[in-house]
Nanobody
């Protein structure tokens, strides 16, 4: 069974930074060729992707809303994926999820991801 556990969320002022972590168990991101993604969701809206990375970290994807501010990375030794968020804005407030998608591609849609964490809340204040 694959489990993903996010951590690192919290309350931060606009312009600040946070780093989210996603620790995986039961499947390794690298040896099992598993893509990783970070998504966020606010009540009443669809879950949206904020970052994606291939299993080997060779390719990444960011939507325009976070490009240049968010960075996804991984530590294979710890089987952990990170999301560094800088220059946070009020509109970044959301519940953030990490997800894993078996395969070698770069996955940008919710439907592609098979495993999900429980989420960690990020709140940006003015």
């Amino acid at each position: 069974q694959v489990r993903l556990a996010e951590s690192g969320g919290g309350l931060v002022q606009a312009g600040g930074s946070l780093r989210l972590s996603c620790a995986a168990s039961g499947r390794t991101f690298s040896s099992d060729r598993t893509g990783a993604g970070w998504f966020r969701q606010i009540p009443g809206k669809e879950r949206e992707i904020v970052a994606a990375m291939t299993w080997n970290g060779g390719r990444t994807y960011y939507p325009n809303s976070v490009k240049g501010r968010f960075t996804v990375s991984r530590d294979n030794a710890k089987n952990t994926v990170y999301l560094q968020m800088n220059s946070l804005k009020l509109e970044d407030t959301a519940l953030y999820f990490c997800a894993a998608a078996p395969g070698s591609d770069l996955y940008g849609s919710v439907a592609a991801y098979e495993y999900w964490g429980q989420g960690t809340q990020v709140t940006v204040s003015s």
